[in-house]
């Protein structure tokens, strides 16, 4: 099975010179266990209207890329999902970000599908480029996860695109001892993430900062 977008290709005039790829859940979706796989689940973090907004940068693109082996496994529905896609969409509307700069990107497939889309394979993130024709000499790439395997497919794409600048962003809620614990898995597979954040919003205002966009 193809990896599928819920968002038309737009070419747009201009390289971009700034994609910011998103894990969904646990970044823009307060995560479940095992997943989210009911719409009374699916809840956005808090202030993602806002980190969303300030997004809305000229030469900025948005691309939500997530891992739902859940759909393989038919434990998620594809109506079901199409409607969190729907939202998610509408949440960027309401952000203010135009519809050819915002994509979201999934893979469907388990673990055991050995597939090249699941991060930490960068299958996505290779799509994502593609599909907005990012300038590959000037452009930079920012992936944001709240997991080692959002940090490792961000890692290898930039090894994969030494002319791009890549960075990559783990964020960590207030869950006790698990920064830590993340912290140490990450320095065992060398992807220490660029930035650690401790919110979506935490995440945002570092990339703008980097950006030169940062709020004082």
């Known amino acids: 099975m193809e990896m599928t977008r819920s968002m ?37 973090v808090p202030q993602a209207r806002e980190a969303m907004s300030s997004l809305n940068q000229p030469g900025f693109k948005v691309t939500v890329v997530t891992n739902q082996p859940y759909l393989d496994l038919g434990m998620l529905s594809w109506e079901t999902f199409g409607t969190m896609n729907a939202r998610l969409a509408t949440l960027a509307k309401d952000a203010g970000i135009p519809p050819e700069n915002f994509r979201i990107l999934f893979c469907p497939h388990t673990p055991d599908e050995n597939c090249s ?79 650690v954040a401790t919110s979506f919003m935490d995440a945002i205002n570092w990339i703008l900062e980097q950006e030169g966009n940062g709020h004082p």
Not at 10 to 37: A, E, H, K, Y
């Open 8 to 44: 038309e290709r737009d070419v747009p005039r201009r390289p971009p010179l700034v994609l910011v790829l998103l894990d969904r859940d646990g970044v823009l979706c307060i995560n479940r266990f095992p997943g989210v796989l009911k719409l009374e689940d699916f809840e956005f």
């Open 117 to 195: 889309c699941r991060k930490p394979r960068t299958g996505m993130l290779e799509q994502a480029r593609a599909e907005l024709l990012l300038d590959m000499a000037k452009g930079r790439v920012y992936m944001v996860g709240d997991k080692i395997s959002d940090i490792e497919a961000g890692v290898s794409f930039g090894r994969a695109h030494p002319s791009l600048t890549v960075k990559t962003v783990l964020i960590i809620w207030d869950l006790g001892d698990l920064p830590e614990q993340q912290m140490e898995e990450s320095k065992k597979r060398g992807v220490v993430p660029s930035k």
